[in-house]
């Protein structure tokens, strides 16, 4: 069984950084398309950043340049390094993994396993 659990999550003040990780428990595949996703209460899920087999990425534009996503083959860890961050990062932080080779760009995969989330909380 596949279980995904985010951490690292908390609060910090505009222009900080915050590296979010992904334990990916009982994922036994080589191929996988993972990705990090957040949501406001009351706003449509977003996703943020994408990482499939090879190492091919995709990030939303309201994340390019200051957010770099990860992986860590041998410990089955995604990571979500966040630089820069601006108030208008604060959300729950999901990650969420599917066995493929590939992600799309505009992330509207279906996902089969997702995480509980973690909050991130910037202030201005």
């Known amino acids: 069984q596949v279980r995904l659990v985010e951490s690292g999550g908390g609060s910090v003040q505009a222009g900080g950084s915050l590296t979010l990780s992904c334990e990916t428990a009982?994922?036994?595949?080589?191929?996988?398309?993972m990705a990090w996703f957040r949501q406001v209460p009351g706003k449509e899920r977003e996703g943020v950043a994408s990482m499939a087999t090879y190492a091919i990425t995709h990030y939303s534009d309201s994340v390019k340049g200051r957010f770099t996503i990860s992986r860590d083959n041998a410990k089955n860890i995604l990571y979500l390094q966040m630089n820069n961050l601006i108030p208008q990062d604060s959300a729950v932080y999901y990650c969420a993994a599917k066995v493929a080779a590939t992600c799309s760009e505009n992330f509207q995969d279906t996902f089969t396993f997702w995480g509980q989330g973690t909050q991130v909380t910037v202030s201005s």
């Open positions: 009982g994922y036994r595949y080589s191929a996988y398309c």
